[in-house]
């Protein structure tokens, strides 16, 4: 199987609350050859950053590796007093996450207006 290579897109979102959110659009596999891609992403945020919004609606592959790479990111997160809401991810990933625990870190949404409603709540 071809590894699909991690991309990620950044964008400024303004949630219909009035809440900024910057939203990390993953693409591709995610896996342990997507260290720089996701970390290093997540570490070029604009200082500040309060509400991050993870969207999955374009992973076609996560494993083991690509889900602690996702951990990491998020312990990080609540270090750093950041709030996480994430979306897209399939009904098999969203029991995946569930089971290792990631939903101590952020809630699971099916969509990304309803991600974005969260940081108001």
């Not at 500040?48 to 690509?66: A, M």
Request: charged share 15%; proline share 2%; net charge neutral.
């Amino acid at each position: 199987m071809q590894e699909k290579i991690t991309q990620v897109k950044m964008e400024e979102v303004q949630c219909s609350s009035g809440v900024t959110a910057t939203v990390l659009r993953f693409s591709g596999d995610i896996t342990s050859a997507s260290k720089a891609a996701v970390l290093g992403t997540y570490q070029g945020m604009a200082e500040g950053t309060k509400n991050i919004l993870l969207d999955f609606s374009n992973v076609e592959y996560l494993n083991s590796s690509g889900i602690a790479l996702i951990i990491q990111m998020m312990i990080a997160a609540g270090k750093s007093g950041q709030s996480i809401q994430t979306f897209g991810l399939s009904p098999h990933f969203q029991k995946v996450f569930a089971m290792v625990g990631i939903t101590k870190y952020t809630k699971l949404h099916p969509d990304e207006k309803s991600a974005c409603a969260a940081f108001s709540a």
